[in-house]
C-alpha cells in the first residue's frame, strides 16, 4: 500500500493594510488585551519605528516585552540584567523594570566581597565619536574595575531627576564592591556637576577630537540628506528621520545654518551645511568641557583623541586614576560606523 504524502500546510494569508499610527496603537492595544503578545509587540515596534518619540507607546512595548520574555533569563544572571538594560535603553523608566534591575544587579554584586571603602567613580566624557568605547574597554581590562559604555537608561541634555537618581543608585551600588567604577557617554557632560555634588570624589576623563574629524565621522553613521538622522535640530520627521536619542543632544536653530528650507538644497549644499551643523556641536560640547574644568579643577582630565594611544596620554590616566597599568590598544570604534553599543560594556 502506497505511503500517504502529507500535504504542506497552506502558507497563513495576510493582507497589506494602511493605518495612521493612532489606529495602528490601537490595534496594538486590542491584541495585548486579547492576549495575543507577539502581534502586539510586532505592531509596536512597526509604529516605534516611525514614531521613536512615542514615549506612552515605549512603554507599553517595554511593559508587555518583559511580561511576555522576563521569564526566559534566570534571576540573577548577567542574561537577564542585559534583557534589563535593553528596556531601559528605550528611555523607559517604570517601576517594575527598575525595581527587576536593581534586585538583578545586587544579586551580581552579592557575589563579590563587599570592599571596606567605596571605590573610586570615574565618568568618561566628549562628544561622541571621539575614542570613548576606546577608553572604556581599555579601563575594562584594569583589575578590580567595573566599566560600561553609554549604560542604560539613557539621560536627556538636559538631565532628568528620574535618570540621576537610577544612575546614582547604581554607582552606589558599584562601588560597594569595586575598587573602580567607570561609565563614559556624552550626556554626562550636563549631569556632570550634580553627579560631583553626590560624589565629592569622582574623578573624570574627557576626549577632544578635531571637530572637523568627529563631525564627519558622525555623518558617515548618521547619514545625510533627506530621510538622515539629525539629532541637532527641531524637526517634524518629515525631511529628517526621527530618532530615539534627538533629546539626547542639543538642539540649533535650523535657519543659522541654511537649514530652514532643507528640501530646496542641493546634495551638495545640504552636506556642507550639515557638517556645519555638527561641527558647531562638537566645537560647543569642547568648549564646554573647557570651563567644566574651570569648575572642577584637578577632577577633570582632558585628553585629544589622537593622542589617546600614546604613552604619555597612558601614563596620565595611570597617574589620574591612581591605577598601576593600563593598555589602550585603540581598536574599540576607530575605522567603524559601530556606535558603541557593545553588550560587553553593559551591566
Avoid at 539626547?248 to 543659522?256: H, M, Q
Avoid at 528650507?261 to 560647543?284: C, I
Avoid at 567644566?292 to 597617574?319: F, N, P, Y
Avoid at 598601576?324 to 590598544?329: A, F, G, H, I, N
Wanted: proline share 5%; aromatic share 8%; charged share 30%.
Amino acid at each position: 500500500m502506497p505511503e500517504k504524502t502529507a500535504r504542506p500546510k497552506p502558507a497563513p494569508k495576510s493582507i497589506d493594510v494602511k493605518l495612521d499610527l493612532e489606529t495602528a496603537a490601537d490595534m496594538a492595544d486590542f491584541f495585548a488585551a486579547r492576549g495575543k503578545p507577539q502581534p502586539a509587540l510586532q505592531t509596536y515596534s512597526a509604529i516605534l519605528s516611525l514614531d521613536p518619540h512615542a514615549q506612552d507607546l515605549r512603554r507599553r512595548y517595554a511593559e508587555l516585552y518583559f511580561r511576555v520574555h522576563g521569564g526566559r533569563s534566570a534571576p540573577g544572571t548577567v542574561e537577564r540584567s542585559r534583557m534589563l538594560l535593553s528596556l531601559l535603553a528605550l528611555d523607559v523608566l517604570t517601576d517594575e523594570i527598575e525595581t527587576e534591575y536593581f534586585e538583578t544587579l545586587e544579586q551580581l554584586l552579592s557575589r563579590r566581597e563587599p570592599r571596606a571603602q567605596p571605590g573610586t567613580l570615574v565618568l568618561g566624557l566628549g562628544s561622541g565619536r571621539c575614542g570613548s568605547t576606546t577608553l572604556a574597554h581599555a579601563i575594562a581590562g584594569v583589575e578590580g574595575a567595573c566599566a560600561t559604555h553609554e549604560n542604560p537608561p539613557l539621560v536627556h541634555w538636559q538631565p532628568t531627576p528620574e535618570q540621576l537618581r537610577f544612575h546614582n543608585k547604581r554607582f552606589r551600588l558599584l562601588r560597594e564592591r569595586f575598587e573602580l567604577v567607570f561609565d563614559s557617554a556624552h550626556w554626562w557632560l550636563n549631569a556632570a556637576e550634580p553627579l560631583a555634588a553626590q560624589f565629592d570624589d569622582v574623578k573624570m576623563i574627557a576626549l577632544v577630537r578635531d571637530p572637523d574629524a568627529c563631525a564627519r565621522s558622525f555623518l558617515e553613521r548618521k547619514g545625510q540628506g533627506r530621510g538622515a538622522i539629525n539629532h541637532w535640530v527641531d524637526h517634524d520627521g518629515t525631511f529628517w528621520k526621527p530618532a530615539l536619542w534627538d533629546r539626547l543632544y542639543p538642539s540649533y536653530e535650523p535657519g543659522r545654518f541654511g537649514l530652514g528650507q532643507a528640501e530646496s538644497l542641493t546634495s551638495e549644499e545640504l552636506a556642507s551645511r550639515q557638517h556645519d551643523l555638527v561641527k558647531t556641536y562638537v566645537e560647543d560640547y569642547n568648549e564646554a568641557l573647557a570651563r567644566l574644568q574651570d569648575r572642577l579643577g584637578e577632577r577633570l582630565l582632558i585628553l585629544r583623541t589622537e593622542a589617546l594611544s600614546d604613552k604619555d596620554s597612558e601614563a596620565r590616566i595611570q597617574a589620574h586614576l591612581g591605577i598601576k597599568s593600563l593598555t589602550l590598544q585603540g581598536v574599540s570604534n576607530r575605522g567603524t560606523l559601530k556606535d558603541g553599543d557593545d553588550q560587553e560594556l553593559r551591566f
